[in-house]
């Protein structure tokens, strides 16, 4: 299983500073919008980015016959890193990518010149149990994390009791629902701009319904973030979120108080996507940060 094909891209000078990109759960390596990208590259650092096993053009599997954890989705960032040659990198994770970032920081620190965490929860937070109770409308314990803004709990509520879209031309449709919640109230959001990217999501997926996996490697193995480890984290980090962040709204400062020394930005307007109108301000606190 270990052997799972992930596919990468690179850009910029080899002898550049490396920046390792990793999205979220579920989520294709483009995700990170070429603009974005561009930016980086132009501020002269070397930019990797790369779809998750069973997510876009990486290996998909038969669960079933060979079922994984996230253990083996955060060793996949060793992987992609051994890949290209690189001892060690600065780690720029949005989401669940955020959560792999703070893991391989505690992990194996010598691996991480810096952290950048965005959109993110805090490592061994609990996140997918708030989730989950918002979700399925139970309480939520003293002490939880911040639950999902309403609108969102909303929209997955409606998805989980309707039937499975059944054409493409669907699919594209909830795919841009699904993205405008993410995208949150802050910005205007552009639906044409969202349909081309979720047409070059979904026509470049081997298989699209394999990100399902994610989810259950999630339950194989629940108990996979350590809890009270933050506080272990080396690497100088910035935290980034949205002013409009509507799934982990001000997780991001959690994060930067269990971390030593990390400092928090607060993107305005920003919800849990990252849209053109941030990218200048994410590109330079991310070049800011990760300046050598």
Do not use: C
């Not at 779809?51 to 992609?80: C, L, Q």
């Not at 259950?216 to 984290?233: I, N, S, T, W, Y």
């Not at 910035?238 to 928090?264: C, D, N, Q, T, W």
Request: proline fraction near 8%; charged fraction near 25%; hydrophobic fraction near 40%.
């Amino acid at each position: 299983m270990q052997n799972v094909t992930i596919w990468s891209e690179e850009f910029g000078a080899e002898t550049d500073a490396p920046i390792l990109l990793i999205m979220g759960s579920m989520s294709q390596g483009i995700l990170w919008p070429d603009e974005l990208v561009g930016r980086l590259t132009a501020g002269g650092r070397r930019v990797i980015r790369y779809d998750h096993r069973d997510t876009g053009m990486s290996g998909t599997v038969d669960f079933a016959a060979e079922p994984y954890t996230w253990d083996d989705i955060k060793n996949d960032v060793y992987r992609v890193m051994d890949a290209h040659g690189l001892e060690s990198a600065h780690l720029v994770g949005h989401s669940a990518g955020g959560l792999l970032g703070q893991f391989v920081a505690v992990e194996r620190p010598e691996r991480v010149r810096s952290l950048t965490v965005v959109a993110s929860s805090p490592l061994g937070g609990g996140e997918g149990q708030v989730l989950v109770r918002a979700l399925t409308g139970q309480p939520q314990p003293e002490g939880s994390l911040p639950e999902p803004a309403p609108e969102f709990v909303a929209f997955y509520r409606a998805l989980m009791a309707a039937p499975p879209p059944q054409d493409r031309r669907a699919q594209i449709d909830g795919m841009i629902a699904e993205q405008r919640v993410l995208h949150g109230t802050g910005l205007p959001f552009d639906e044409d701009a969202a349909r081309r990217l979720q047409e070059r999501i979904y026509d470049r997926a081997r298989d699209l319904s394999a990100v399902a996996n994610h989810r259950l490697a999630a339950m194989a193995r629940p108990d996979f973030e350590p809890v009270g480890v933050l506080h272990q984290v080396k690497a100088p980090t910035l935290v980034i979120e949205g002013s409009h962040e509507p799934v982990k709204p001000g997780h991001g400062a959690i994060i930067a108080e269990r971390i030593p020394r990390a400092r928090l930005t607060i993107v305005a307007g920003m919800g849990h996507t990252l849209p053109p109108e941030a990218h200048e301000e994410l590109a330079a606190a991310v070049l800011a940060h990760t300046a050598e």
